[in-house]
């Protein structure tokens, strides 16, 4: 007699033609769950996923607008997914958003108030990179003598940058014109980030393009590159080879906080024009999500941040165009979440039956 089984059998190495599959059905079971879950809303849908579309991709005004949310979603996507290569789990790209924000308002306000733009901008986009970069070696510092948690550190870390920036806005970066609202005083315009034609869409994203180019070669051509793959698979065995693992985290998680730094500085030269109480509204945490669907290629960081900007600004208009909540989006975004990492089993396993023969005597 016959007793059948299943089991898990582990991949030597998972294929990029698995991941795909694997990451493209999760995608269709996060939207089949929101859908089940508006269908006993009493909604249709193929409505709101229709209206989504609509409002992010529907005229020229929402094409930019969701090249806007996607700036700061694909520097923060590439920012985790450099850490993430190394088996390094930074939390932390929101805080260190707020810390670039931070650091990059310093130079209009008081360093360099007067300064042409062509001085203004990059001394900007260095000062931000420094703020997140500041921020992401402490818990690299942290981990590396330490053996302190990196997720456990730089989650924490974001809200003591949330609540430093409240603590500007709010006391002595406060605009005392500004009738008792919390901010900085407006930036000078040689500070604010070229505009295309009269649409919010700036030279930020041009940035973050950049950005994913030289990081896809240093990934792939460099040694830091290699090191890094080789210490994020194998630590003992990089340490016997000789590589300095203690600096590399340090190194690595500075240069992941310095990217969502960057991130920081382009919403504030580039959006807000100001150092607000809220810079962002999730954009560090969002880019979990982008790293995870972009299976950690810096390639596709580029498709997956305009896919989840398409989901921003999309359900940011549903309450306008059929009264439903903007809360749709982070739903989704959750759901997706949740299956991907359930799918993660699937791509390092495959699932095997195993057939045992049972004598009866």
């Excluded at 909604?43 to 996607?70: H, W």
């Excluded at 306000?109 to 931000?128: D, E, H, K, Q, V």
């Excluded at 596709?300 to 896919?307: G, K, N, P, R």
């Amino acid at each position: 007699m016959s007793d059948f089984g299943f089991y898990f059998d582990r991949l030597p190495e998972p294929s990029a033609r698995r991941m795909l599959v694997v990451t493209l059905v999760s995608v269709a079971l996060a939207v089949l769950t929101c859908s089940i879950v508006l269908l006993i809303s009493s909604v249709n849908p193929i409505d709101v996923y229709r209206s989504m579309l609509s409002g992010s991709l529907g005229d020229t005004y929402a094409r930019t607008e969701t090249l806007v949310k996607m700036t700061p979603l694909l520097l923060t996507g590439l920012a985790v997914t450099i850490a993430f290569r190394m088996q390094l789990w930074n939390i932390g790209a929101e805080g260190q958003l707020y810390l670039g924000a931070i650091f990059a308002t310093i130079i209009p306000l008081f360093w360099l108030p007067n300064a042409r733009g062509m001085i203004m901008i990059p001394a900007m986009l260095l000062m931000g990179f420094i703020g997140g970069a500041i921020w992401g070696a402490i818990p690299g510092i942290l981990r590396a003598w330490f053996n302190a948690n990196e997720t456990i550190t730089t989650l924490m870390l974001n809200y003591v940058a949330i609540l430093l920036c409240q603590y500007l806005v709010y006391g002595p970066w406060r605009d005392s014109a500004a009738f008792g609202f919390p901010g900085t005083k407006p930036f000078p315009d040689a500070a604010a980030l070229p505009n295309w034609q009269t649409y919010r869409v700036n030279i930020g994203l041009l940035f973050a393009l950049t950005a994913v180019v030289i990081i896809a070669f240093v990934l792939r051509r460099t040694r830091f590159g290699f090191e890094l793959s080789v210490i994020g698979d194998n630590p003992r065995a990089a340490r016997y080879a000789g590589m300095h693992t203690r600096r590399m985290i340090v190194l690595v998680l500075a240069l992941s906080g310095g990217l969502a730094g960057i991130a920081g500085m382009v919403e504030v030269a580039g959006i807000g024009h100001s150092l607000q109480r809220q810079v962002s509204p999730g954009y560090g945490y969002t880019a979990i999500i982008v790293a995870w669907l972009a299976r950690l290629n810096p390639w596709a960081l580029i498709i997956v941040s305009f896919f989840m900007a398409v989901i921003l600004v999309g359900s940011d208009q549903l309450q306008t165009s059929i009264g439903l909540p903007g809360s749709v989006g982070p739903m989704l975004q959750g759901a997706l979440l949740f299956f991907l990492i359930g799918g993660e089993v699937f791509t390092r396993f495959r699932l095997r039956r195993s057939i045992r023969v049972v004598a009866h005597g």
